[in-house]
C-alpha cells in the first residue's frame, strides 16, 4: 500500500530533507524496529517527529503503528483526550556515531540527551590520558632504556600495576589493557611517575603542579565517564579546557619529546 501523499509531505517539509534522504531516515527507522513495511516506516518516523498521524491516517494505521512503539507516546486513540498522558515512559533514540546514527536503547530522553553529550566527552579524555602514557614512556625510555618501568616507576605504583595485571590473569576470556605496564596506570599512578623523575619531564612541563594539578582534577570526571554516568556542565567545561591546555602544550613543546 503506498505512503499517504499528504503526510509524506508534511514530514519532507518539516525535515527539510531531499526525498532521498528521507528514504534513508525510513530505513533506519525499519532496522530498528523492524520487521516493517516502508509506508509503516515513514509512520513511525513522522510519530517520532511531532506529526498528528491522526490528521491523515484513519484509526486502524494509527493503532497499528501504536503497537510498534510500544514505548512511545502515539497519538490517542478515538475517546481519548488529547492531553493525557502516556501510561508508559517515553523513551529517546540515540545518536553515536555516522556507523550507528540511531539507536533506541530504551533509555529516558534526559539520559540520551546525557549519552549525546557525553559521546563528545569521552574521546577527549581517552585521547588525554594515552598521549600522557605516551609522552612518559618516550621520555623515560629515552633517558633510561627500554627496562625504564623497573628502574624508575614508584614502587607503590608497580605494586598496585602488578595487582591489576595479575587479576587480569584470572579472567582471560576478556581482552588486555595492553602489552605494556603503564597502560595499566591510571591517572594518580602516571602523576607519581612524572612527580618521581621530575627532573626528565621539567623542560616539557616546566611546572610540576601545572601537570600534577590536571591529572587530580580530570581523575574524578574520567572515572564517572568511565562509570557511564553524566558528568556536570562544569566538570564538561573542566575537561575542554584541560584537554586544549594538553594539545597547546605538545605543540609547542613536540620537539623535547623524543
Known amino acids: 500500500m503506498p505512503t499517504n501523499r499528504e503526510l509524506r509531505a508534511a514530514l519532507l517539509k518539516k525535515l527539510g530533507v531531499t526525498p532521498q534522504r528521507l528514504s534513508q531516515r525510513v530505513a533506519q527507522v525499519k532496522r530498528l524496529y523492524g520487521p516493517m513495511s516502508t509506508e509503516d516506516g515513514t509512520y513511525v ?15 486502524a494505521t494509527v493503532d497499528r503503528v501504536r503497537h510498534m512503539l510500544p514505548t512511545s507516546a502515539l497519538p490517542p486513540t478515538t475517546g481519548q483526550p488529547r492531553n493525557s498522558r502516556p501510561t ?6 540515540v545518536r553515536i556515531a555516522p556507523s550507528l546514527e540511531l539507536v533506541n536503547a530504551m533509555l529516558p530522553p534526559s539520559v540520551a540527551e546525557d ?4 559521546a563528545t566527552v569521552y574521546p577527549k579524555l581517552y585521547i588525554f590520558e594515552n598521549s600522557i602514557r605516551n609522552v612518559i614512556v618516550r621520555v623515560l625510555r629515552a633517558k633510561h632504556g627500554n627496562n625504564w618501568w623497573a628502574s624508575r616507576a614508584p614502587t607503590n605504583v608497580q605494586k598496585t600495576v602488578a595487582d591489576r595485571k595479575a587479576h587480569e590473569q584470572k579472567m582471560p576470556w576478556h581482552g588486555k589493557r ?3 605496564e603503564i597502560y595499566y596506570a591510571n591517572f594518580g599512578d602516571l602523576r607519581d611517575i612524572i612527580t618521581k623523575n621530575w627532573v626528565d619531564f621539567e623542560p616539557i612541563f616546566l611546572k610540576q603542579p601545572w601537570i600534577t594539578q590536571r591529572l587530580e582534577e580530570l581523575e574524578p570526571p574520567r572515572n564517572i565517564v568511565a562509570h557511564s554516568n553524566p558528568l556536570s556542565k562544569q566538570e564538561e567545561n573542566r575537561v575542554d579546557l584541560y584537554f586544549n591546555d594538553w594539545i597547546a602544550l605538545l605543540n609547542d613543546r613536540k620537539a623535547l619529546v623524543p
Open 45 to 59: 518516523l513522522a510519530h517520532q517527529e511531532g506529526l498528528d498521524l491522526t490528521r491523515y491516517l484513519d484509526q
Open 88 to 93: 508508559a515512559a517515553a523513551t529517546r533514540p
Open 115 to 118: 549519552a549525546n553529550r557525553m
Open 178 to 180: 595492553g602489552t605494556q
